[in-house]
């Protein structure tokens, strides 16, 4: 993985010294608040219900043990003993003081992190491919891309006052994990005929308030030429984009506003003066980031079959281990080697995502002996260790399961992604975290959940869509009728290469109907599909109408009891 240089260490730790002065000034009272929101926004601290919120940057996901370490050592003595995995491959500390961010900020200095455009309206953490280098369907590694454009937008004067919040993603596999087309720029990365690398560039999608999927404005790019083009479409949304409307300021609406093509031509126009300049990326630039995301040192090691993995687990242990293999790990490019995906998503414990200082401590002990000291963050709310070794998935799974991160429900209904919601941001209109908790204790039957097969379900607490209820199959949104918690469901969303929206089924529920509405629609599904197929192939055959009608059943019915009681007083 990428380390810092001089320059990355001088300007991160200059970044720590900076902050440190603002919050002085701040807690003296010679810098306002309104003077020191940008300012403690651009550093990732945010105010929310209760406390301080500080977002610390993960680029693309990518981090090690001893990061991890530091994660935890801040957790145990700033927060309260746990942090927060994010869909945008972050990490959060929910419980910090303004006091202290100074101190969390250099301790990050010291394991090469930061929180440096983690919020505000400049461009964000860029996210990737939880599963880049290692995975089997992979075109090219785009991790390398990824940090040349981490280093080319940190702090870049031209785009720090954007119109608002800029998010890219990048894929370089056939298999897009990156929600791609749900971002203002995707950045698909593959190789011509001639082997050369090159990018297709989507931009304006997004989900939020109007959610809308990315369109193709730029083919096969050059790879060398992403710093001038990227730039000509930032200046043009830069120029256009919304000030006077903070809900219609995004790309997405540039771009719709204009039609893709129009924006793409006023791109192309914009490029044309800066194509040939100096920003672009040249092969030095390229070999001197490259060196940092080589192949770790593989062992020679055979292709072990499921079965032959399996028979490595004792008698009374291998049901339990093959419905971990089936749903938690994944193939790798190495023989003898696999993916391991460890879940943040305990059945109505602990908030999707969360980790204790415990476990992280345990997960980075996991890493240096199982997957050579390096862990990934996924858009899911997990933690990948890429590089295991076969032979020893067994032994890792017992380890794991000590920590309460072994659960077999990777992809399953209860692998929920949910944001904070209104336990803690100030944005939120309703809690996600109890609906998420309530449904998990519904759907507790892991036989059960594998039956139903892949299912994703998100949260969100609010029309920000943090929990990317936009793109569930089944998605939940907290929404506030005259001071009170409701929550909306849509149907028919989904990630990955056949990327959709989802769609509203009708009016919100309240919390406690919330499990009873899931039953049912889960039911429909049970009821009508297809042998062997899954929940959105299913809707997607069957279209809307059974499931809102079954999402509805519970309400119909007690309307139908109330107006037969309301009869029966009348005749008394």
């Not at 056939?174 to 995707?186: A, Q, S």
Request: charged share 25%; hydrophobic share 35%.
């Amino acid at each position: 993985m990428y380390r810092y240089d001089h320059i990355d260490q001088t300007l991160v730790d200059q970044r720590v010294a900076q902050f440190r002065d603002q919050v002085a000034r701040r807690l003296n009272g010679s810098l306002a608040e309104e003077e020191f929101r940008p300012l403690r926004l651009q550093n990732g601290l945010y105010h929310q219900r209760h406390a301080y919120m500080l977002r610390v940057a993960i680029p693309y996901g990518l981090f090690n043990s001893k990061q991890l370490r530091t994660m935890a050592f801040i957790a145990e003595k700033y927060d309260r003993g746990y942090g927060h995995f994010t869909t945008r491959q972050n990490i959060q500390y929910n419980w910090v003081t303004l006091e202290d961010t100074p101190e969390i900020l250099a301790e990050l200095a010291k394991v090469e992190m930061h929180a440096i455009q983690t919020s505000g309206n400049c461009i964000r953490n860029i996210t990737s491919d939880a599963f880049a280098g290692v995975a089997g369907d992979e075109y090219v590694d785009p991790r390398p891309v990824c940090e040349l454009l981490r280093q080319w937008s940190t702090l870049h004067p031209e785009f720090a006052h954007l119109p608002r919040k800029f998010k890219f993603a990048i894929n370089g596999a056939k298999e897009d994990r990156t929600i791609l087309l749900c971002h203002d720029v995707g950045i698909e990365l593959k190789k011509n005929t001639r082997g050369e690398l090159i990018a297709d560039i989507y931009a304006g999608g997004g989900m939020g308030r109007t959610p809308i999927l990315g369109s193709l404005i730029k083919s096969e790019l050059p790879w060398q030429l992403l710093p001038s083009y990227l730039t000509a479409l930032l200046r043009v949304y830069n120029r256009f984009g919304r000030r006077d409307n903070l809900y219609k300021a995004r790309i997405k609406i540039l771009v719709k506003a204009l039609s893709p093509a129009e924006f793409a031509r006023q791109v192309e126009g914009e490029w044309l003066y800066i194509k040939n300049g100096d920003d672009n990326f040249t092969q030095a630039e390229w070999d001197r980031v490259a060196q940092h995301f080589t192949k770790p040192d593989y062992k020679s090691l055979p292709k072990l079959s499921d079965e032959q993995v399996i028979n490595t687990a004792s008698a009374t242990e291998k049901i339990a281990f093959s419905k971990w293999l089936e749903r938690n790990v994944k193939s790798h490019q190495v023989d003898g080697y696999a993916s391991v995906i460890l879940s943040l998503k305990p059945h109505g414990t602990v908030a999707p995502g969360d980790a204790t200082t415990a476990q992280m401590l345990a997960i980075a002990d996991l890493a240096d002996q199982y997957s050579f000291g390096e862990l990934r963050a996924t858009h899911e709310q997990n933690l990948v260790l890429a590089d295991v070794e076969q032979a020893k998935l067994y032994g890792l799974w017992q380890e794991a399961k000590k920590q309460k991160v072994a659960l077999p429900n990777i992809g399953l209904l209860t692998d929920i992604i949910a944001c904070p919601g209104g336990d803690f941001c100030s944005l939120a209109n309703a809690k996600s975290l109890p609906i998420a908790k309530a449904i998990q204790e519904r759907f507790d039957d892991l036989d059960y959940l594998f039956d139903l097969g892949d299912i994703s379900l998100n949260i969100s607490g609010c029309i920000n869509s943090c929990g990317h209820h936009h793109v569930g199959n089944i998605g939940v949104l907290g929404v506030d009728k005259d001071g009170e918690e409701w929550y909306q469901i849509t149907l028919g969303g989904e990630q990955g290469n056949d990327a959709a929206i989802g769609k509203v089924i009708g009016p919100s529920f309240y919390a406690d109907e919330i499990p009873d509405v899931m039953t049912n629609i889960i039911n429909s599904y049970t009821q009508q599909r297809n042998e062997d197929e899954s929940f959105i192939e299913s809707y997607r055959r069957l279209g809307m109408a059974p499931f809102k009608e079954a999402a509805y059943k519970n309400k119909k019915e007690n309307t139908k009891q109330k107006e037969k009681i309301e009869t029966v007083g009348e005749v008394a």
